[in-house]
């Protein structure tokens, strides 16, 4: 996986957050290795753009804006040009050069609108958004009506004297892993977000 896309502490927030919403989360998947690789292509896909709204709201909070600054509305310009510096065209998109005089209209908020526009700005589910993301990755029945079984497991001529290997999914209860399971720790999840390969690029 590309290694840019996170800071240390962004990806741990990523890792605690999908711990506490899906740690005792059964994956819907009889390969964790599949698993894996949804899961952090699911990161590929959209942390990103969760990257890039925390950090728009930090540089919100930390603007330190008065009632003026969002009071202010926008400034148009109206320009009036009978002497341009450059031959005009009606096939052209670009501004004339040249300005005999200039009109310009300021717009102000009312109080009302103004706070409006500020609470609009404050987003408080851009990290729901995201971790909703790995929803699909998960089962969503506490029993599946089907076996889910992988890791190692030893067979018999007697099926009721199989036996599964330490940290395999339970044989009785047809359950896999939880996330918490395949993940104990953090520096877990980094290394193979790190080191699993998807055959992508940024």
């Given at each position: 996986?590309?290694?840019?896309?996170?800071?240390?502490?962004?990806?741990?927030?990523a890792?605690?957050?999908l711990?506490?919403?899906?740690?005792?989360?059964s994956?819907?998947?009889?390969?964790?290795?599949?698993?894996?690789?949804?899961?952090?292509?699911?990161?590929?896909?959209?942390?990103?753009?969760?990257?890039?709204?925390l950090?728009?709201?930090?540089?919100?909070?930390?603007?330190?804006?008065?009632?003026?600054?969002?009071?202010k509305?926008?400034?148009?310009?109206?320009?009036?040009?009978?002497?341009?510096?450059?031959?005009?065209?009606?096939?052209?998109?670009?501004?004339?050069?040249?300005?005999?005089?200039?009109?310009?209209?300021?717009?102000?908020?009312?109080?009302?609108?103004?706070?409006?526009?500020?609470?609009?700005?404050?987003?408080?589910?851009?990290?729901?958004?995201?971790?909703?993301?790995f929803?699909?990755?998960?089962?969503?029945?506490?029993?599946?009506?089907?076996?889910?079984?992988?890791?190692?497991?030893?067979?018999?001529?007697?099926?009721?004297?199989?036996?599964?290997?330490?940290?395999?999914?339970?044989?009785?209860?047809?359950?896999?892993?939880?996330?918490?399971?395949?993940y104990?720790t953090?520096?877990?999840?980094?290394?193979?977000?790190?080191?699993?390969?998807?055959?992508?690029?940024?």
């Amino acid at each position: 996986m590309p290694d840019k896309i996170y800071t240390n502490d962004l990806l741990e927030t990523a890792y605690l957050g999908l711990m506490a919403k899906y740690g005792n989360s059964s994956i819907a998947s009889t390969d964790p290795h599949q698993f894996k690789l949804k899961l952090f292509l699911t990161i590929f896909e959209y942390g990103p753009a969760w990257q890039g709204r925390l950090k728009i709201q930090e540089r919100l909070f930390n603007m330190d804006l008065t009632q003026e600054d969002f009071l202010k509305g926008t400034t148009a310009f109206y320009n009036h040009a009978e002497n341009p510096d450059t031959a005009p065209t009606t096939a052209s998109y670009q501004e004339l050069g040249g300005i005999n005089s200039q009109n310009t209209t300021q717009y102000k908020r009312g109080k009302l609108e103004g706070y409006a526009m500020l609470y609009d700005l404050i987003e408080n589910d851009v990290s729901e958004e995201f971790f909703a993301k790995f929803q699909k990755l998960f089962i969503k029945v506490v029993m599946p009506q089907a076996p889910l079984w992988y890791g190692e497991i030893g067979r018999t001529e007697d099926p009721e004297e199989d036996f599964m290997e330490p940290n395999s999914s339970v044989y009785g209860n047809y359950r896999t892993n939880t996330f918490a399971q395949i993940y104990e720790t953090f520096d877990d999840f980094k290394n193979d977000y790190e080191h699993i390969g998807i055959p992508m690029t940024i």
